[in-house]
């Protein structure tokens, strides 16, 4: 039975000309978020964090981006998010269009020691000849890089070191050079979630030695 992937974090960020932040523009983001966001110092001059406690959910804006953050244990609303998304993108009266970055963040039981498993798995040579090069070896990653147009992606996979019985994961995938509608965003960001919890997952397991 495969071992599931649990999300921490998902980050979606927009690229887009938004100028400078005035307080009547925050203004009218918070009115428009309906009090369900509030806001935050950042020691950023221009930019505007929002925070949802309730939710975990946080908003960054600068004059050139715009960020969206969910942490704990996520669970990915493309409806959510491009409600959310698309009501800052309409108030600040901004095209819908937009390079974009995604980054998602997850741990994985490693059934074991993931600093054993990593060095059984990832190194090129016998184990033991690596732990000869390298006295005190605890573990290693793999970072994979492949192309989905319009995505360059990036998969990476190494022990967490802060808890060592699991795995930590990341997944990025930017579309710098295509400009995307935010519907577009958010539904491929949740294809790529999921293809992530699922055949990634799968490749990952068969490469860890089941």
Known sequence: MMIPIEL???QITLNAPIGTLTEARRQRILTELEGAFTPQAVPFQGAFALVNHA???ALFLTDAQLQYTAEGEVHFSPSRTEDLLGRVRDVLLLDDRFPFIMQVIGHKDANGSAFERTVDAFTPLPPITMRQYFPGLRG???RITFE?????????IEPLFSDPAYFYIQFNAGSQQTMLSLARIVEDAGDWINRLQGEMNSIIEEMLGG
Do not use: F, K, T
């Open 148 to 156: 989905q147009a319009p995505y360059v992606c990036d998969l990476r």
């Open 55 to 57: 939710s975990r959910e």
């Open 8 to 10: 921490r974090q998902v």
């Open 140 to 142: 290693l990653g793999l």
